[in-house]
């Protein structure tokens, strides 16, 4: 394995000099992170504990491994999206396998140096499946937020089948909790967005709960330790079935924690991550979480802001999180377990709009009609589908936008004839016989058919020059529409010149055999005005024939 992957000592030589600021960072992201943990684990189906753990043993083993100094990583909501219908098709087993297999795919993306690629996802892509994720997140915690129980995979009837049963028999507890919860935090993160609030939320939503006596469900039984790491049972009949879902994890969990890497590094001053490093990182963190009853884990961008706020600068500070929250689940699981269902979904809720950045989506539901387009499409496949398909569709229609704009930018230009040096008679003369076209952008399967179609049609003329140098680019399709242009005129007595061919072009053409054809018969110039000087000599031989003796007629001579 490449050693480039692995820690260094002088990423823990800075956190040993001055670890006062890093310590007090790492218990502010555990403090916030608890509700978090526990509120995504119930919401992925896995129960509270579950959340608990993967924030322990994937924020710690992250940590140590990832790419980023003040990357913190746990459970997110992102996540219990995709891990939903895995736990209602396969149950538990299946969701820790699919993690499992989620990690060897990152660690092969790190081997591969796969990170980079994340700059190549466009951001309406990005910001559309975050606004769906966070409609979905919403949309799962209606249930709990009324205090109802219902069941349903798809999140939009799941809240339509809890509205309908609370209205059948409507009790006020939840609802009371879960709307105190999410105004607290709300209010309370306007002015002093550095606070705890989340953990304020769900305390004063126990006490409460407890002192009121309003009977809201509550989380229940949690570990009071990380329980022994064992393998889970492996499903082997539906092995093949859980690869989908697991390429599907590991997609989520290599874009949000790049994604996550990427904000931390512009909210600091000096810090960049290695992209590569962090998929590496978070491959050896979904495998640990699942041998610990943990589930699949990301980087979480709530997290790592409140950790870059608090002031972290190295991988103490999501090291001490990780530490801060076994040592609650050490000491605390008792009152833990106490809190209520209804205030951690208030919790999710205001976590849920808080990931949606309301300037950066009008902004591009403003920019273009494409931006707007696979915004709206994006989120709405994430709602009604699945992240999978809303991120491949996203790019798809993103993909269809850019080269619709890239083709556009394709044309084809007439230029002038050089004046100088020529008469007016003879260059009449010339006007005629030739025509220099220039080819701008690319030529390429979505731009080339239009513009040299028309080129086909050009009529009345002896020579075509076509400059070539100012073509960004050519794709096999280009180069052959291109030869079949070029047949087409010498078809119809044309003479085609190239002037201006560069290096990748005449790789294209060569492969296509345009460019020997060519070459063999002279129509080939570095530049433009030496093709025109050849059109001018080719034109005159047409307009001025060589003179050729009449054959002497004896009969007529005497």
Do not use: C
Request: aromatic letters at 4%; a negative charge.
């Amino acid at each position: 394995m490449n050693t480039r992957l692995l820690p260094h000592r002088a990423e823990w030589a800075a956190a040993t000099r001055r670890p006062g600021k890093d310590l007090l960072a790492g218990l502010m992201v555990g403090l916030v992170a608890l509700p978090l943990a526990l509120g995504f684990g119930v919401s992925s189906g896995m129960g509270a504990g579950a959340g608990l753990v993967t924030a322990v043993v994937a924020g710690a083993v992250a940590a140590l491994f990832g790419g980023s100094n003040l990357q913190v990583s746990g459970p997110t909501g992102a996540m219990t999206v995709v891990l939903i219908p895995i736990i209602a098709t396969y149950g538990a087993d299946g969701v820790l396998v699919v993690g499992l297999m989620a990690g060897l795919i990152l660690i092969g993306l790190a081997v591969a140096g796969m990170g980079r690629f994340i700059r190549y996802v466009p951001i309406p892509v990005v910001e559309g499946f975050t606004l769906g994720i966070a409609a979905i997140i919403v949309l799962q915690q209606v249930p709990s937020a009324l205090g109802v129980h219902v069941h349903a995979e798809r999140a939009l009837a799941l809240a339509g089948l809890a509205i309908s049963a609370w209205l059948d028999h409507p009790t006020w507890a939840a609802p009371i909790l879960a709307v105190g919860s999410l105004g607290l935090i709300l209010l309370v993160t306007r002015v002093r967005p550095s606070l705890p609030v989340a953990l304020l939320a769900v305390g004063l939503g126990t006490l409460a709960n407890s002192a009121l006596d309003l009977g809201a469900a509550t989380i229940g039984a949690l570990p009071t330790g990380l329980p022994a790491p064992s393998l889970p049972h492996v499903p082997w009949s539906h092995l093949d079935a859980l690869l989908l879902p697991a390429v599907a994890v590991a997609a989520l969990a290599a874009l949000e924690s790049l994604l996550s890497a990427t904000v931390a590094d512009a909210m600091s001053v000096g810090q960049r991550h290695d992209p590569d490093r962090e998929l590496f990182g978070q491959g050896l963190a979904n495998l640990a979480s699942p041998l610990f009853g943990g589930i699949p884990a990301t980087a979480a961008i709530a997290r790592t802001a409140v950790n870059v706020r608090a002031g972290a600068s190295t991988r103490l500070a999501a090291l001490t999180h990780a530490v801060v929250l076994l040592l609650i689940m050490l000491a605390a699981a008792r009152w833990v377990g106490e809190i209520p269902l209804a205030a951690l979904a208030g919790v999710l809720i205001a976590t849920a709009i808080q990931m949606v950045r309301v300037s950066s989506v009008a902004a591009l539901l403003r920019a273009t009609r494409g931006d707007a387009v696979v915004l709206v499409i994006t989120a709405g496949a994430t709602i009604v589908s699945d992240l999978v398909t809303a991120v491949i569709l996203g790019l798809v229609v993103a993909g269809w936008f850019a080269l619709r704009q890239t083709a556009q930018s394709a044309h084809l230009a007439e230029e002038p004839l050089d004046q100088q040096d020529h008469g007016d008679e003879e260059h009449a003369v010339l006007d005629e016989q030739i025509i220099v076209f220039r080819l701008d952008g690319p030529l390429f399967f979505a731009a080339a058919h239009d513009f040299l179609l028309e080129l086909s049609e050009v009529s009345d003329v002896r020579v075509v020059v076509l400059r070539m140098s100012r073509i960004s680019t050519i794709d096999a399709t280009g180069a052959a529409v291109l030869a079949d242009t070029i047949t087409r005129l010498e078809g119809r007595g044309i003479t085609v010149l190239l002037s201006g061919v560069r290096e990748h072009q005449q790789r294209v053409l060569v492969s296509l055999g345009v460019y020997d054809r060519l070459a063999t018969e002279h129509h080939l110039f570095a530049t433009t005005p030496e093709a025109i000087a050849h059109a001018r000599v080719h034109a005159a031989r047409h307009v001025h024939p060589p003179h050729v003796a009449e054959p002497h007629d004896e009969r007529a001579a005497s």
